[in-house]
């Protein structure tokens, strides 16, 4: 797996922070279906396809402070990296893709997470 330090946050790192009362916003850009079979506790569903049009929405939803920590998650993380790069095209400066998606989350977190 090519990790991309610059641009991802291991699930280990992610529990962490969460563990630590780290203000973390997970947003999940995986569409309803596969929302529906698992999702990380807390996560917010913002489906990729819908990410460019709703941007302002989240923007609002975090007091236009684009400085807040984001952490974007997928199956595997291809969609994951894509949405934080265009999360990062619209000005927010704090997001990062989940390294492994919500795959290698329940590998490695919560093992009794259903996978697909």
Not at 63 to 71: A, E, K, M, T, Y
Not at 81 to 101: D, E, I, K, P, W
């Amino acid at each position: 797996y090519p990790y991309r330090a610059e641009d991802e946050t291991t699930p280990r790192e992610l529990a962490e922070l969460r563990r630590a009362g780290g203000e973390v916003v997970v947003l999940d850009v995986r569409t309803v279906p596969e929302w529906d079979i698992c999702r990380i506790d807390g996560a917010r569903l913002l489906p990729l396809q819908e990410l460019e049009r709703r941007v302002d929405e989240l923007k609002a939803d975090l007091d236009d402070d684009l400085d807040h920590r984001i952490v974007v998650n997928c199956h595997h993380g291809r969609r994951s990296l894509t949405a934080t790069y265009m999360l990062r095209a619209a000005g927010f400066r704090n997001v990062t893709s989940l390294a492994g998606g919500i795959h290698l989350w329940a590998k490695d977190i919560e093992p009794t997470m259903p996978t697909y």
